[in-house]
């Protein structure tokens, strides 16, 4: 069986559900996922599905009533049994005979643990109630935009009554939690005693509730529901008056908005981690693109988002950008004295949000810098702890503003009140989520760019970096290496935690773009490692002129372009940053064989001097990592060095790295995962001010100590 509609997604798949039949906790995180692949239904970690059963009580062997729900802090999309909690329904209905009013909420959240009937369970949402007074055995909780639009009209109640004709029921506004719960069953009651049996409850300016008797027809309710809200508004829109109000600018061409965004993201990704250091995302949807360049914007951005999902992720409201599409962003200084008021006055006004609205227990005032910055003509930026939550937030303000152009093309849009926005901002069970949070890794919040990282000494670098909470931008000049890397990363961290770019270091075209790239995907950099390299191991009279300018210009110039572009951007953010440069025992220990390798080397090694001593008024650490004989996975054995190398030494090929540790102090092979650490350990927090040294990390070579 197949449906076809035009605003929401089918994909229900028969086959894998007659796989399924009989298992109903299967279903429902089949029909779970299916909503969740559709962000038009409901975004990330947005929503709640749940299904009841009849299950064997484990202490008595009779057959007892089981809800299964999502659990706290999971995602319908990529739900699994795991991520579920399964509670004793009788239980919970008990949980009505201690229930002391509104004013005590919270501490039902705690006492729905008493009910849980599976012990591997997540920890209850609060949705926990909103599903469980309600008696049907399927059920879906979302924030599909185009319902939410209805439910954030001025008027929605009238007109979901008359689009559903009294088969949705209506409750107004309310913080979820459990007298929200016993509000539904009452609609529910309400509608009973009238004769109605209702399909669904819209929740004002929240979301929608949805069910049935199986799951797939609950997932067919809950399509053909959102889709016909979807309907609605989209016979209206633009109809009485255009979209949004109109246009007010126009918008640059694709390319002159991403080389904008990229130039200003640094710039205002410094201005957002004045507390805690953030991650960036940009995006310039045509939707956004419509709302940010309309006559409305200035109306409807200072009022925030309706849907508390929403709010959550994007705070009260958006910072809008006073600089024009085309505004010339060479000049540092100018730019950020003209953007600098913007921010002051932003968090003031967080500053007298947060003073107004607390209550004696509210937890101390947060970050107060925004999180949504929208550029007129250009885009959106959001900044976040990660990539994945300033992405998520990107997606979230994209589904506040679908709310808004729905709302507007039916009647008005509304947003929350500023106390009720307070209240779930620094609702004590979020403050309570926040602090069960793991503690930040070393390197979270950071942007590493590792020259040459699709393999070998780059690929461990940026692994370890990774690891410890960084963001990764993996680069080389291969790219069948960089897309079997990039595949790699992210099945090891995911597809947030890494981008990859093209990258010629002897180019500086090349260089800027990659770093441009960077800063568009993450908002900067923070670390740089100069890795890339080439070995060529001739004496002087078989050295020819190419092999000197090749090593010159890989190893030499390309340390230099990578650190003068990286720079660039360091100044943008004023964060202070670090640069390793790759370099080697060869920097000091002479060798036969080795003219061109080894001067290249000493080379680089006295650029980190030259650029600590130039670069420590900003905070910019610069240090040095000297390898030896790193053999394993590593490319500098390819182009003859090998051969190179044995030759001078009168042995084979297949005898160096037993030649190469025995003639240690240590007696120890070196690894790029030596190689990786000793750059975090410049860089993890512990060395914070220690720059223009050098690190070796060889097994123990007398002749290269640095004296």
């Not at 009238?158 to 609609?187: H, M, N, S």
């Not at 709302?407 to 849009?413: N, R």
């Not at 947003?415 to 307070?422: G, I, K, M, N, T």
């Not at 390197?443 to 670098?461: D, E, N, P």
Request: with cysteine; hydrophobic share 40%.
């Amino acid at each position: 069986m197949s449906k076809k509609y035009n605003h929401v997604s089918y994909l229900w798949d028969d086959a894998k559900a007659e796989a399924m039949k009989g298992k109903e906790v299967d279903l429902f995180i089949y029909r779970s996922n299916l909503l969740g692949a559709d962000l038009r239904l409901t975004n990330y970690g947005g929503g709640n599905t749940s299904v009841k059963i009849q299950d064997k009580d484990p202490l008595t062997g009779s057959e007892t009533d089981v809800m299964w729900i999502k659990g706290s802090g999971g995602d319908i999309g990529t739900l699994k049994k795991s991520g579920c909690a399964a509670l004793y329904m009788d239980r919970f209905n008990s949980l009505e005979n201690v229930y002391r009013g509104l004013e005590h909420e919270d501490e039902m959240v705690e006492l729905f643990n008493y009910c849980i009937f599976d012990l591997a369970s997540k920890a209850p949402s609060i949705d926990t109630p909103l599903h469980g007074f309600l008696p049907f055995k399927h059920i879906d909780h979302l924030h599909p935009d185009a319902a939410i639009a209805i439910a954030a009209a001025k008027d929605g109640k009238k007109i979901t009554d008359e689009l559903f004709g009294g088969q949705i029921g209506w409750v107004g506004w309310q913080r979820p939690g459990y007298d929200l719960g016993l509000q539904l069953r009452a609609c529910l009651s309400e509608a009973a005693s009238r004769g109605v049996a209702l399909k669904g409850i819209m929740l004002g300016s929240h979301g929608l509730f949805t069910w049935a008797d199986t799951s797939y027809d609950c997932y067919i309710n809950t399509l053909e529901v959102i889709e016909k809200c979807a309907e609605y508004i989209a016979s209206k829109e633009g109809v009485a008056r255009p979209v949004f109000g109109g246009s007010k600018i126009s918008s640059l061409a694709p390319e002159a908005r991403k080389a904008q965004a990229s130039a200003l993201a640094p710039i205002l990704r410094g201005f957002c981690s004045s507390h805690v250091q953030m991650i960036g995302h940009f995006s310039d949807d045509e939707r956004i693109l419509q709302y940010i360049n309309s006559n409305d914007l200035d109306r409807l951005a200072p009022l925030g988002t309706s849907c508390p999902d929403h709010f959550l992720r994007t705070k009260i409201s958006p910072l809008v950008l006073n600089l024009t599409p085309d505004q010339d962003l060479s000049d540092l200084n100018a730019i950020k004295a003209q953007l600098e008021p913007l921010f002051v006055a932003y968090r003031d006004m967080y500053a007298s949000y947060h003073e107004t609205c607390k209550h004696p227990n509210s937890p101390a005032m947060r970050d107060p810098n925004p999180v949504v910055i929208l550029y007129p003509g250009v885009g959106m930026f959001t900044f976040a702890k990660d990539k994945q939550t300033s992405r998520v937030a990107n997606e979230f303000y994209l589904n506040a503003i679908n709310v808004m152009r729905g709302a507007e093309a039916i009647s008005s849009y509304t947003s929350l009140p500023r106390q009720e926005a307070f209240d779930i901002e620094y609702w004590l069970l979020e403050e309570a989520k926040l602090q069960r949070m793991p503690k930040p890794k070393s390197l979270s919040g950071r942007v590493a760019f590792v020259t040459g990282s699709a393999g070998g000494i780059g690929k461990a670098i940026a692994k370890k970096m990774a690891q410890e909470g960084a963001c990764i931008v993996l680069n080389d000049v291969n790219p069948d290496r960089l897309a079997e890397a990039k595949d790699e990363f992210i099945g090891l961290f995911g597809r947030d935690s890494v981008t990859t770019v093209i990258a010629d270091v002897t180019s500086q075209a090349s260089i800027e773009q990659a770093l441009k790239d960077a800063s568009l995907a993450f908002g900067g950099i923070d670390l740089i490692v100069n890795n890339a390299g080439i070995s060529i191991s001739k004496g002087i009279l078989e050295h020819t002129q190419e092999d000197w300018d090749r090593l010159y210009d890989i190893l030499v110039k390309g340390q230099y372009l990578v650190s003068q572009a990286a720079v660039a951007i360091m100044r943008k953010q004023g964060l202070g940053g670090d640069i390793i440069n790759i370099v080697s025992k060869n920097a000091f220990v002479a060798g036969p064989n080795n003219v061109g390798y080894g001067s290249a080397k000493a080379a680089q090694a006295h650029m980190t001097r030259l650029l600590a001593a130039e670069l420590g008024e900003d905070q910019i650490r610069v240090n040095t990592v000297n390898p030896d004989a790193v053999i394993a996975d590593s490319n500098i054995w390819a182009g003859g060095w090998a051969e190179g190398r044995a030759k001078a030494y009168g042995i084979t090929v297949a005898e160096l790295p037993a030649f190469y540790a025995k003639r240690t102090i240590l007696n120890k092979s070196v690894l790029p995962e030596d190689i990786a650490n000793a750059c975090f350990a410049f860089v993890g927090g512990l060395l914070s001010k220690s720059t223009g040294n050098a690190l070796n990390v060889d097994g123990g070579v007398a002749a290269g100590f640095l004296r």
